[in-house]
């Protein structure tokens, strides 16, 4: 089914479709006069799905009656994919009652499909696409006129070449008796039609007679020879030929001054039918043509006086002036318009969305803006837009969280060379682009770990959500659903009133997605067993859900996406292994301690998110289809050997079983990671941490190099006592590296320095050096986040040279001021670090006295105010001194804060202890 994506406009028609298909090719024992019931079944939405993707490229345009028709079409997409999916469950699990629905399944199709008319509904859809498209194209005639008589006073940038192609023009006007020729050439939508029509305008009454002729990519030679004609001034008959129109055209021309504008040719063929047609005289014929295309420009003007004139896209000058002139300095006028344009680099365009935006800049005028915005999008990604309305005001979306979810909806679907999520990726990023949502938290690699959508755009997302029964939401205590059935939940409501909750229930058998956020939905969750159709499940916070509101989750048999956060929670049932299609379980947030074994079924599952103390089964081997794995405590013998059966895994962590609790039995549990880590980084595994790594710290860092050579990030947690080995260069992949070390030495620094790819590192240390370190031009290249922790004993003393670490955005030191004692004491110089925006330092005061912290704040304070970027400085405090200052008040143990700064996929996502 690889291209089948639900979409907000088509409903679930195209991922309908391959479904029917695999009833009527796969292997289920359907009697042939079924299977022939199911083609025809295939047929009309297959005829009708053309028509549907049209309609979505052109919304803006469909009247209320047309969309009408599509929305109905759309619900009874969902209403029969629901169907089939019931049916190949049902004959994929073997029920006794699958013979039965072997012959109830059409039946009940062609109930369905007669219940809504769909005969005539298709009939008439059909018919209303064909009067509007031919609207349509009625209405581009006029928008193409309409950008020809733009007044002179708006245009930006038009003012020089309209000038110099027309003092070319005149020149010699008054003595030479020939043609002139001005061939007006750049790519696609630079504003040639428009320049050609200002210099037009401003020339036509110098002449007997003149026309604008548009020629296009396949031009209609007769059409465009009459409508030559009839723009001159000339009788047109309809029955003449080609040949007869060229005839007329010339005898027409033949003893007049005439100004012909030849606009859009794409061929050198197309301009010598119209060069035929323009009959020769000495009367200082003018002519101008717009291509795109160079070879056809320069024929224009070959054997004949011409000028090949290059058009030039605006300057930043003049791209500037046009902006502000429409925008009136409001910010989010001038983002959503700057978004709008970013792909529009020519006049043309940007003067249709000046005409487009010409309501004043009000409440109402700021929606249209975005409307604009909207209906400019590709429908596949007005389908990812329309889904944040999933969300509450001003909440914060996890890019990863919403990528999946995106990904369990049906909205991506892998295409050659990408997988789904690198596509829903690159989709989320396009819509931070055009400025749509809001990016949060840039890490290190450019990415937003997470996004927010602006009040505005929220509130236009949600009205056309409602528009298309796209999402259904639930705020206060009402429900205001329409008439519509519910396909996507979202419950925004502390308290969800008797009457709205009665509603709900009446129109959501075929829920498709639910979401609660910050809900008590003990009035709710009862009902969650009835849904069959659901897929989606996302519980925010679940103040009253218990274990005994779990065991219905098994039925739910087209679930793809569970979250359960619930501190209630503390067992999952055994009949979640029959939830064959889950692609995500993230259960971080309860209270689960341990996993059954029918998790082993899963056979979809790439996504497993737990607690770090959860008790994973030995079956986690038997999840093929398995790409994430968070860090978990307890990782026996048997689950370190299961690791090298999950040949898709891309991001894993490990908490290592202490060697004490070992025993006899530590050199088999070292043999199977080594070949488990060796299989991983065969199958190309990206995102490792690895924890509790005093049991292999002689050896661990060697054989990472060794067998993972494919790593872009590592993070390795135990204070491990040994050298860092100088084979770490030999990491050519890694972007962020996070190490907790039993010391630091210039010679480790150092190592780390050459790895070429390093974008961010983490280093922990459990005791302070004894040595000054020192940072040299020629190390850490492309840093652009560090992170420096000095646990225990000892001063901090760290020396950037010039010229080192150039990139370096971002600079975290951590250290215990009482401890700071070392004959170094505080040391710290940052003005060499050119690129440097945050400093944030970390003070553990306890035990301190007041004195000596404040002594540490004035060596910070000022060695970050010599910085000549002037660097933003977050200081924090922790802990109590032995005589508190006022503004160290904030107490908190060193066990729940000392954490990194960055996000391993999750797998950092942990305490250190």
């Known amino acids: 089914m690889a291209g089948a994506i639900l979409s907000a406009s088509m409903g679930a028609l195209s991922t309908l479709l391959p479904k029917?298909?695999?009833?009527?090719?796969?292997?289920?024992?359907?009697?042939?006069?079924?299977?022939?019931?199911?083609?025809?079944?295939?047929?009309?939405?297959?005829?009708?799905?053309?028509?549907?993707?049209?309609?979505a490229d052109?919304?803006?345009?469909?009247?209320?009656?047309?969309?009408?028709?599509?929305?109905?079409?759309?619900?009874?997409?969902?209403?029969?994919?629901?169907?089939?999916?019931?049916?190949?469950?049902?004959?994929?699990?073997?029920?006794?009652?699958?013979?039965?629905?072997?012959?109830?399944?059409?039946?009940?199709?062609?109930?369905?499909w007669s219940r809504h008319k769909i005969a005539n509904l298709i009939e008439e859809l059909e018919s209303r696409v064909q009067e509007e498209s031919d609207d349509r194209s009625m209405r581009y005639k006029f928008d193409e006129l309409a950008t020809l008589f733009i007044e002179a006073k708006r245009l930006v940038g038009i003012d020089g070449p309209r000038e110099k192609i027309i003092r070319?023009?005149?020149?010699?006007?008054?003595?030479?008796?020939?043609?002139?020729?001005?061939?007006?050439?750049?790519?696609?939508?630079?504003?040639?039609?428009?320049?050609?029509?200002?210099?037009?305008?401003?020339?036509?009454?110098?002449?007997?007679?003149?026309?604008?002729?548009?020629?296009?990519?396949?031009?209609?030679?007769?059409?465009?020879?009459?409508?030559?004609?009839?723009?001159?001034?000339?009788?047109?008959?309809?029955?003449?030929?080609?040949?007869?129109?060229?005839?007329?055209?010339?005898?027409?021309?033949?003893?007049?001054?005439?100004?012909?504008?030849?606009?859009?040719?794409?061929?050198?063929?197309a301009w010598e039918v119209v060069k035929a047609a323009l009959s020769e005289n000495n009367l200082n014929r003018r002519i101008i043509t717009t291509t795109r295309i160079t070879n056809v420009a320069t024929s224009c003007c070959s054997s004949l006086a011409g000028y090949v004139h290059k058009i030039q896209p605006l300057s930043d000058q003049q791209s500037q002036q046009l902006f502000f002139k429409r925008c009136h300095g409001l910010p989010l006028a001038i983002i959503t318009v700057a978004s709008l344009l970013v792909e529009k680099s020519n006049m043309d365009q940007w003067e249709q969305v000046y005409n487009s935006t010409s309501s004043a800049f009000s409440h109402q005028g700021m929606r249209d803006m975005l409307l604009l915005s909207y209906y400019d999008l590709p429908h596949h990604l007005k389908t990812r837009l329309l889904y944040l309305s999933m969300f509450p005001e001003d909440y914060e979306i996890e890019r990863e969280e919403l990528i999946w979810r995106w990904i369990a909806e049906g909205f991506i679907t892998e295409v050659r060379g990408q997988t789904a999520d690198q596509l829903a990726e690159s989709y989320f990023n396009e819509l931070v682009n055009r400025s749509l949502i809001q990016p949060l938290d840039?890490?290190?690699?450019?990415?937003?770990?997470?996004?927010?959508?602006?009040?505005?755009?929220?509130?236009?997302?949600?009205?056309?959500?409602?528009?298309?029964?796209?999402?259904?939401?639930?705020?206060?205590?009402?429900?205001?659903?329409?008439?519509?059935?519910?396909?996507?939940?979202?419950?925004?409501?502390?308290?969800?009133g008797d009457e709205a909750m009665q509603e709900i229930m009446d129109k959501w058998s075929q829920v498709r997605s639910i979401s609660f956020f910050e809900t008590e939905e003990q009035g709710i969750s009862p009902h969650l067993q009835k849904l069959q159709s659901l897929r989606l499940l996302v519980s925010t916070y679940f103040s009253h859900l218990g274990n005994q509101h779990v065991q219905y989750i098994g039925s739910m048999f087209q679930l793809k996406f569970l979250i359960i956060s619930s501190p209630h929670i503390t067992e999952l049932p055994e009949d979640i292994g029959d939830l064959r299609h889950l692609q995500t379980l993230d259960i971080r947030y309860s209270r689960i301690t341990k996993l059954p074994p029918s998790i082993g079924r899963l056979q979809r599952l790439m996504r497993l998110l737990v607690d770090r103390h959860v008790e994973l089964p030995g079956e986690i081997g038997d999840l093929h289809a398995l790409q994430e794995l968070s860090p978990t405590r307890n990782f026996s013998i048997k689950l370190v050997e299961a690791l090298r059966r999950l040949a898709k895994l891309k991001t894993a962590g490990?908490?290592?079983?202490?060697?004490?609790?070992?025993?006899?039995?530590?050199?088999?549990?070292?043999?199977?990671?080594?070949?488990?880590?060796?299989?991983?980084?065969?199958?190309?595994?990206?995102?490792?941490?690895?924890?509790?790594?005093?049991?292999?710290?002689?050896?661990?860092?060697?054989?990472?190099?060794?067998?993972?050579?494919?790593?872009?990030?590592?993070?390795?947690?135990?204070?491990?006592?040994?050298?860092l080995p100088e084979k770490m260069a030999s990491l050519v992949h890694i972007t962020y590296l996070s190490l907790e070390v039993a010391r630091i030495r210039q010679e480790d620094l150092c190592i780390l320095g050459d790895i070429p790819t390093l974008l961010c590192s983490e280093l922990v240390v459990l005791l302070a050096p004894d040595e000054r370190l020192t940072i040299s031009?020629?190390?850490?290249?492309?840093?652009?986040?560090?992170?420096?922790?000095v646990m225990h004993r000892g001063g901090l003393g760290m020396l950037f040279l010039r010229d080192a670490m150039p990139e370096l955005r971002r600079l975290r030191l951590a250290f215990r001021v009482h401890k700071a004692l070392s004959k170094m004491g505080f040391e710290f110089s940052f003005e060499h670090l050119a690129s440097l925006e945050h400093v944030i330092i970390v003070i553990?005061?306890?035990?301190?006295?007041?004195?000596?912290?404040?002594?540490?704040?004035?060596?910070?304070?000022?060695?970050?105010n010599i910085h000549p970027g002037r660097p933003t400085l977050d200081l924090q405090f922790f802990g109590n001194t032995q005589r508190t200052p006022s503004h160290l008040s904030k107490e908190i143990t060193m066990?729940?804060?000392?954490?990194?700064?960055?996000?391993l996929n999750c797998v950092m996502c942990c305490t250190r202890t």
């Not at 049916?87 to 699958?98: E, L, N, Q, W, Y």
């Not at 990206?686 to 990472?704: A, R, Y």
């Not at 553990?844 to 004035?858: I, N, P």
């Not at 066990?895 to 996000?903: A, D, Q």
């Open 844 to 864: 553990w005061c306890g035990g301190a006295t007041r004195s000596r912290v404040e002594v540490a704040e004035a060596t910070i304070r000022n060695a970050v």
């Open 20 to 55: 029917l298909s695999v009833l009527i090719e796969g292997e289920y024992k359907l009697q042939k006069g079924v299977k022939g019931k199911i083609r025809f079944l295939k047929d009309e939405p297959t005829s009708i799905q053309t028509l549907l993707v049209k309609l």
């Open 168 to 269: 070319w023009l005149k020149e010699d006007d008054d003595f030479g008796r020939q043609l002139k020729v001005v061939s007006i050439v750049g790519f696609g939508d630079l504003g040639k039609t428009t320049l050609a029509n200002q210099v037009y305008e401003k020339m036509k009454g110098r002449f007997d007679c003149s026309c604008f002729v548009p020629v296009s990519r396949n031009p209609n030679v007769a059409k465009m020879l009459a409508d030559m004609l009839k723009e001159l001034g000339s009788c047109v008959d309809p029955s003449d030929d080609e040949r007869q129109l060229i005839n007329k055209l010339r005898a027409f021309l033949q003893d007049k001054r005439y100004f012909v504008i030849v606009d859009d040719i794409w061929s050198i063929q």
């Open 58 to 112: 052109n919304e803006e345009r469909l009247d209320e009656q047309v969309k009408d028709l599509r929305n109905k079409v759309r619900e009874l997409s969902y209403d029969m994919e629901d169907c089939i999916d019931l049916f190949i469950h049902k004959m994929s699990r073997g029920d006794h009652a699958a013979t039965n629905l072997v012959k109830k399944t059409p039946r009940k199709i062609k109930k369905i």
């Open 654 to 723: 490990i908490y290592l079983i202490a060697r004490e609790r070992l025993g006899r039995d530590t050199t088999r549990y070292k043999e199977a990671l080594k070949l488990s880590l060796a299989a991983l980084g065969k199958h190309g595994l990206q995102s490792l941490g690895i924890f509790n790594c005093e049991l292999m710290e002689e050896e661990l860092m060697d054989i990472l190099c060794c067998t993972v050579p494919c790593l872009q990030k590592l993070a390795v947690g135990g204070f491990f006592n040994t050298p």
């Open 777 to 789: 031009s020629q190390q850490f290249r492309g840093l652009k986040e560090s992170e420096f922790s």
């Open 442 to 496: 840039i890490q290190y690699d450019g990415r937003a770990k997470a996004c927010r959508v602006h009040d505005m755009v929220l509130d236009l997302i949600v009205s056309l959500s409602a528009e298309e029964n796209f999402v259904s939401i639930v705020e206060g205590q009402s429900y205001n659903g329409g008439g519509h059935k519910i396909r996507r939940l979202s419950i925004q409501s502390e308290h969800v």
């Open 895 to 903: 066990s729940s804060e000392w954490t990194g700064t960055s996000c």
